[in-house]
């Protein structure tokens, strides 16, 4: 019976003892791990801040990122992005998707830089619409749209407007027959119409959206960097900890 107690007793000891040092482990860990919030230093709020961007819900998420790829998108293609947005929304409701519309619209442009040269399979259409590709390069991208939409507006058949849709914008540049069909006249409408139901941006807005975002960006980088560099000062002691628990997860079972 004794040498029972002995087992006991000695099972009980060994238990304590790696509680014991698993606890100081584990303390020696929380220390590490207060070193990484220390290595962040005022930046809490801005993390705050970071996860209280998504907070605002998804149609708020949604909202920003719209805003900010229009801008952007805007930029690219050297075109006011209030422009732009009305021009997204005019295909949008001739069912064009705003993804598929953006790319059309760089096709589109490389395909008036290339007539500009000289080259490209754009510059027949330009031509037998008597239009200057040089001049025409020179232009806003609503404008140079506006042009486009004139002339199209004055093509008999459906198959002349798809072949030249497709010269233009490529193959699937067939999607926007149906919004330049109407002329310039047809766009402006549809500019007007999008800003009596208040679907119109200002650039204004989108600027500052654009600024908050490149902002928030930063700020996610900022904090990523803190994060990496608190970690991997902490991971030594973390370590051990993982070890520690393994090593007692033996004698427990």
């Known amino acids: 019976m004794a040498s029972v107690y002995k087992v006991v007793l000695d099972a009980q000891d060994k238990t304590a003892q790696a509680f014991s040092k698993l606890e100081r482990n ?21 993390i705050g801040l970071a996860a209280g961007a998504a907070g605002f819900g998804a149609l708020a998420k949604n909202a920003l990122e719209t805003a900010d790829n229009l801008a952007k998108t805007a930029d690219r293609l050297g075109i006011a992005a209030s422009e732009l947005n009305e021009l997204q929304l005019a295909a949008n409701f001739a ?31 330009l031509k037998k619409f008597g239009i200057d590709a040089k001049e025409l390069a020179k232009l806003p991208l609503d404008k140079q749209l506006a042009i486009i939409a004139d002339e199209f507006k004055n093509i008999e058949t459906p198959a ?45 807005a989108l600027d500052q959206i654009e600024d908050f975002n490149d902002s928030m960006t930063k700020v996610r980088a900022v904090i990523n960097a803190a994060m990496v560099k608190g970690l991997s000062e902490a991971a030594p002691e973390m370590e051990k900890f993982a070890e520690r628990a393994a090593e007692m997860a033996v004698p427990l079972v």
């Open 26 to 46: 584990l303390d020696k860990a929380q220390k590490a791990t207060d070193r990484v919030k220390k290595s962040l230093g005022g930046m809490t709020g801005a």
């Open 160 to 204: 002349e407007r798809a072949a030249t849709a497709s010269d233009l914008f490529s193959n699937r540049g067939i999607k926007l027959v149906n919004v330049l069909k109407d002329g310039s006249a047809g766009l402006d409408s549809a500019s007007e119409e999008f800003g009596r139901l208040g679907l119109a941006i200002e650039d204004k």
């Open 95 to 125: 069912g064009v998707e705003t993804q598929t519309f953006n790319k059309l619209m760089e096709i589109f442009q490389k395909r008036v830089g290339e007539a500009a040269e000289g080259t490209g399979i754009a510059q027949d259409a």
